[in-house]
């Protein structure tokens, strides 16, 4: 959070010495180069420093969310690999809503307690029931998951939107700063490079700042998107061997 107001902060800045900073043809710098510009190139630099800002803001928060999700997944999985028997495992785990694995253990735990008291008054259990109490465990587990995995994947679309369009929105105001460029050079009709040079080089500031908000973005969410196709594999075996466990566990009767 001190970071983003950081930035905030520095973009407040930035707009306050530009306004009041006095114009000079010969400075290449940033701030002269974004005084310089016209109001659309300067519109189109600003909404690219704040979708940059926005981006680094979801990156931070997504690797901190990542990193925790590993880190309580290998705490969980070497709890319930441990050898304690399932009713223990409830009582140490149904109550960790941090986790995902932690809330499909909880859920597929009701459902089997359900399916257990419904049977429990039969002698026998027959194989249709042991199929139908697995398709219900399934099912609840499946409806766990694809909701955890759909929180984990927020952000994520700001990020592929950031990358993919930041580079267009860049172009687009440079070829509209070219398209001043050379208004200014038809009505001063001087072509020489001391004219030229200041105009073409606000023109090509805005791509690179499309540049910087695309880039970082790009090479985070594919990083984003392989770490989560991971902790989806991981979390589809955790369920395939709990949907198997349990099962047996009710067709023993326990």
Same mark, same amino acid.
């Given at each position: 959070?001190?970071?983003?107001?950081?930035?905030?902060?520095?973009?407040?800045?930035?707009?306050?010495?530009?306004?009041?900073?006095?114009?000079?043809?010969?400075?290449?710098?940033?701030?002269?180069?974004?005084?310089?510009?016209?109001?659309?190139?300067?519109?189109?630099?600003?909404?690219?420093?704040?979708?940059?800002?926005?981006?680094?803001?979801?990156?931070?928060?997504?690797?901190?969310?990542?990193?925790?999700?590993?880190?309580?997944? =290998?705490?969980?999985?070497?709890?319930?690999?441990?050898?304690?028997?399932?009713?223990?495992?409830?009582? $140490?785990?149904?109550? =960790?809503?941090?986790?995902?694995?932690?809330?499909?253990?909880?859920?597929?735990?009701?459902?089997?307690?359900?399916?257990?008291?419904?049977?429990?008054?039969?002698?026998?259990?027959?194989?249709?029931?042991?199929?139908?109490?697995?398709?219900?465990?399934?099912?609840?587990?499946?409806?766990?998951?694809?909701?955890?995995?759909?929180?984990?994947?927020?952000?994520?679309?700001?990020?592929?939107?950031?990358?993919?369009?930041?580079?267009?929105? $860049?172009?687009? $105001?440079?070829?509209?700063?070219?398209?001043?460029?050379?208004?200014?050079?038809?009505?001063?009709?001087?072509?020489?490079?001391?004219?030229?040079?200041?105009?073409?080089?606000?023109?090509?500031?805005?791509?690179?700042?499309?540049?910087?908000?695309?880039?970082?973005?790009?090479?985070?969410?594919?990083?984003?998107?392989?770490?989560?196709?991971?902790?989806?594999?991981?979390?589809?075996?955790?369920?395939?061997?709990?949907?198997?466990?349990?099962?047996?566990?009710?067709?023993?009767?326990?």
């Amino acid at each position: 959070m001190s970071l983003l107001l950081n930035h905030a902060n520095f973009m407040l800045d930035f707009m306050v010495l530009a306004a009041d900073a006095p114009l000079s043809a010969d400075d290449f710098s940033f701030l002269e180069l974004f005084k310089r510009a016209d109001i659309v190139v300067k519109i189109v630099m600003l909404g690219l420093a704040v979708a940059s800002i926005w981006s680094w803001a979801v990156i931070i928060d997504k690797s901190i969310a990542f990193h925790l999700l590993k880190k309580r997944a =290998d705490a969980f999985e070497e709890t319930f690999w441990s050898g304690r028997t399932l009713e223990e495992l409830e009582t $140490g785990l149904a109550g =960790d809503v941090k986790d995902p694995m932690g809330r499909v253990f909880a859920a597929a735990m009701r459902e089997w307690k359900e399916s257990r008291a419904a049977t429990a008054s039969s002698r026998a259990i027959s194989e249709t029931e042991i199929s139908g109490t697995r398709e219900r465990i399934d099912r609840v587990m499946g409806l766990v998951v694809n909701r955890e995995l759909a929180k984990s994947e927020r952000g994520m679309t700001v990020l592929a939107t950031i990358g993919s369009a930041s580079v267009f929105v $860049g172009l687009f $105001g440079t070829v509209w700063g070219i398209m001043n460029s050379f208004r200014a050079i038809a009505v001063s009709q001087n072509t020489n490079l001391a004219v030229v040079a200041p105009g073409i080089a606000e023109a090509l500031f805005a791509t690179a700042l499309g540049l910087i908000a695309a880039i970082p973005a790009t090479v985070f969410y594919n990083k984003f998107t392989s770490d989560l196709d991971r902790y989806a594999g991981r979390l589809d075996g955790y369920t395939d061997e709990l949907s198997a466990i349990l099962p047996r566990k009710i067709g023993k009767g326990a």
